[in-house]
């Protein structure tokens, strides 16, 4: 017997959906083998149904786990779980990020540094949130998604994630174009570093071939060019020490501009990336877990928890190093005006030099090629969980790529002229897709008949409801100060008309299945004349 849907679901809307997991066994068992088949025939050794077939994805029990004599701590056991954190911290990392960090200094000093800590923060709940999903279920979120919504929802979701994904590639492409264009002196222009770009991304991938952890090893590696080129900056520059601690643990803002503030708003919109969350709870699953075991279950998530937190950990203090590097040396808004990934390379070589800006341009080359990467691990995840797509693997891997990188390309290429433009509408492309991944996280989260004991506890659920509404709001509040005053009449009604769309669909997702067909069924009964039967009956 299979749970084919989530109580309170209409048997008519769950007809189109496959049983998650085993009723007796659940939440502790793996998933059904028609869910993940086309999916485990890879395995860190190697293996698989066809010797001549090329490797090439992250699939479910990858890695082995060792087991140790004693239940407590094991060093041994935190590194076999040592890689999908490091992956995910990358997306807090990207050129996106770098520019926000950079225009926050330059604009507001030190004065944002504690926006930057705490959103760093609450991206570590959310990324644990879908972590814990992922070990729990044996299934990444876009899986459990469709597994639990109708078919119109769980398309529109895809879409959404598609089109996140697309938008954060386009600034990931583009900055590690401006990174060749600045190692090259100008002889590679943007246009030529896109396509590059494009290129060396698939061929980069193809490492994992090789073995799992060897790919691990080089987003590692590009993680730790990154923390040595903008620490270098940060200690050859020296910014006060003093002014970065009250920066980060006095939130203030003493006589910031509108600029500033909307800079604060950006920083939030971008660290926490929504199809990141969706890329985390599948990189979990490499890992090889006994879900029939809750001891294991707990194990893997506190290694998980570990794991991020220190991901996350490096990844503030890069963000911190570049922050405090350009509120020390170029926060004088008469001499450097209109901050920018583009106009940072040229002020850095005007002010300390052609090495210092060498060392600029590999560690953006760095952020833009690693974050280029992950994110198309990022469609692969979306496109075959949503769609639950069934090809050989090389078939899968191209579509899901391509869909990815063929936008973001042709978009990088025609827009490469305003990129500073171009950024600011991608920032605010990110912000309303937000809600796409956070609702649905804590919503699957929170479940019993998902999660079983590992659901979240009420305070959690207060807790990331309340995070969660911080999170859209000051993402709506991006985008609304993105449109204002730029658009015509016709416009503005069109944008609304688009708005209204949008908030009945978070509207939904926010409510949750379950309650919304309570809703439905309550209005249907109230319809047929039973309403007020129903009421003295008090069945409503």
């Given at each position: 017997?299979?749970?084919?849907?989530?109580?309170?679901?209409?048997q008519?809307?769950a007809?189109?959906r496959?049983?998650l997991?085993?009723?007796?066994?659940?939440?502790?068992?793996p998933?059904?083998?028609?869910?993940?088949s086309?999916l485990?025939?890879?395995?860190?050794?190697?293996?698989?149904?066809?010797?001549?077939?090329?490797n090439?994805?992250?699939?479910?029990?990858?890695?082995?786990?060792?087991?140790?004599?004693s239940?407590?701590?094991?060093?041994?056991?935190?590194?076999?779980?040592?890689?999908?954190?490091?992956?995910m911290?990358i997306a807090?990392?990207?050129?996106?990020?770098?520019?926000?960090?950079?225009?926050a200094g330059?604009?507001?000093?030190?004065?944002?540094?504690?926006?930057?800590?705490?959103?760093?923060?609450?991206?570590?709940?959310?990324?644990?949130?879908?972590?814990?999903?992922?070990?729990v279920?044996?299934?990444?979120?876009?899986?459990?998604?469709?597994?639990?919504?109708?078919?119109?929802?769980?398309?529109?979701?895809?879409i959404?994630m598609?089109?996140?994904?697309?938008?954060?590639d386009?600034?990931?492409?583009?900055?590690?174009?401006?990174?060749?264009?600045?190692?090259?002196?100008g002889?590679?222009?943007?246009?030529?570093?896109?396509?590059?770009?494009?290129?060396d991304?698939?061929?980069?991938?193809f490492?994992?071939?090789?073995?799992?952890?060897?790919?691990?090893?080089?987003?590692?590696?590009?993680?730790?060019?990154?923390?040595?080129?903008?620490?270098?900056?940060?200690?050859?520059?020296?910014?006060?020490?003093?002014?970065?601690?009250?920066?980060m643990?006095?939130?203030?803002?003493?006589?910031?501009?509108?600029?500033?503030?909307?800079q604060?708003?950006?920083?939030?919109?971008?660290?926490?990336?929504?199809?990141?969350?969706y890329?985390?709870s599948a990189?979990?699953?490499?890992r090889?877990?006994?879900?029939?075991?809750?001891?294991?279950i707990k194990?893997?998530?506190?290694?998980?928890?570990?794991?991020?937190?220190?991901?996350?950990?490096?990844?503030?203090?890069i963000?911190?190093?570049?922050?405090?590097?350009?509120?020390?040396?170029?926060?004088?808004?008469?001499?450097?005006?209109?901050?920018?990934?583009?106009?940072?390379g040229?002020?850095?070589?005007e002010?300390?030099?052609?090495?210092?800006?060498?060392i600029?341009?590999?560690?953006?080359?760095?952020?833009?090629?690693?974050?280029?990467?992950?994110?198309?691990?990022?469609?692969?995840?979306?496109m075959?969980?949503f769609?639950?797509i069934?090809w050989?693997k090389w078939k899968?891997?191209?579509l899901?790529?391509?869909i990815?990188?063929?936008?973001?390309?042709?978009?990088?290429?025609?827009?490469?002229?305003?990129l500073?433009?171009?950024?600011n509408w991608?920032?605010v492309?990110?912000s309303?897709?937000?809600?796409?991944?956070?609702?649905?996280?804590l919503?699957?989260?929170?479940?019993?008949?998902?999660?079983?004991?590992?659901?979240?506890?009420?305070f959690?659920?207060i807790?990331?409801?309340?995070?969660?509404?911080?999170?859209?709001?000051?993402?709506f509040?991006l985008?609304?100060?993105?449109?204002e005053?730029?658009?015509?009449?016709?416009g503005y009604v069109?944008?609304?008309?688009?708005?209204?769309?949008y908030?009945?669909?978070?509207?939904?997702?926010?409510?949750?299945?379950?309650?919304?067909n309570?809703?439905?069924?309550?209005?249907?009964?109230w319809?047929s004349g039973q309403?007020?039967?129903?009421?003295s009956?008090?069945?409503?």
């Open positions: 017997m299979f749970l084919t849907s989530a109580p309170g679901v209409p008519t809307m007809d189109d496959q049983p997991v085993p009723e007796d066994d659940l939440p502790y068992s998933p059904p083998p028609d869910l993940n086309s485990q025939d890879g395995s860190e050794d190697g293996g698989g149904d066809d010797a001549t077939q090329v090439f994805e992250i699939a479910p029990g990858q890695v082995h786990i060792p087991s140790t004599a239940s407590g701590f094991s060093f041994r056991k935190l590194w076999a779980f040592t890689g999908p954190g490091w992956l911290s807090y990392l990207d050129p996106g990020n770098i520019e926000s960090d950079l225009t330059a604009v507001a000093k030190y004065k944002l540094l504690w926006v930057l800590m705490w959103s760093t923060v609450m991206g570590l709940i959310l990324q644990l949130l879908a972590a814990r999903l992922g070990c279920t044996g299934l990444h979120l876009a899986q459990v998604c469709r597994q639990n919504y109708p078919r119109g929802p769980r398309l529109a979701l895809w959404m598609e089109i996140a994904i697309i938008g954060s386009i600034q990931e492409v583009v900055g590690s174009a401006i990174a060749m264009n600045l190692l090259s002196a002889k590679i222009p943007i246009w030529a570093g896109v396509i590059l770009t494009g290129a991304t698939f061929t980069f991938l490492l994992e071939n090789y073995g799992l952890r060897k790919l691990e090893g080089l987003f590692c590696s590009l993680i730790t060019i990154m923390a040595f080129s903008f620490g270098y900056m940060y200690c050859t520059i020296r910014p006060d020490q003093g002014q970065i601690l009250q920066g643990w006095f939130p203030w803002c003493q006589n910031c501009n509108k600029e500033a503030i909307q604060a708003v950006g920083i939030v919109g971008a660290i926490i990336m929504p199809h990141n969350i890329l985390h990189l979990v699953l490499s090889d877990i006994d879900r029939k075991d809750k001891n294991k194990e893997a998530n506190m290694y998980n928890a570990i794991e991020s937190a220190i991901a996350l950990f490096v990844s503030f203090l963000n911190l190093f570049v922050t405090a590097t350009f509120a020390h040396a170029f926060s004088d808004s008469t001499k450097y005006q209109n901050p920018s990934l583009s106009a940072a040229k002020w850095i070589f002010k300390y030099g052609l090495a210092m800006k060498i600029w341009g590999i560690g953006i080359l760095a952020a833009g090629q690693s974050s280029t990467m992950t994110g198309t691990y990022a469609g692969q995840f979306v075959e969980g769609l639950d069934h050989a899968r891997v191209l899901t790529r391509s990815a990188m063929g936008p973001t390309i042709v978009v990088a290429l025609f827009a490469h002229r305003d500073d433009m171009l950024n991608l920032n492309l990110m309303i897709q937000l809600p796409f991944a956070l609702i649905p996280i919503h699957f989260t929170s479940s019993e008949s998902i999660m079983g004991e590992f659901k979240n506890s009420r959690t659920k807790l990331v409801w309340c995070l969660a509404t911080v999170i859209i709001g000051v993402n509040y985008g609304f100060t993105y449109v005053g730029v658009l015509p009449i016709w069109l944008v609304g008309l688009a708005v209204l769309i908030m009945m669909f978070v509207f939904y997702l926010a409510v949750g299945l379950n309650n919304w309570r809703l439905i069924e309550r209005i249907r009964v319809r309403g007020r039967d129903v009421i009956s008090g069945i409503n």
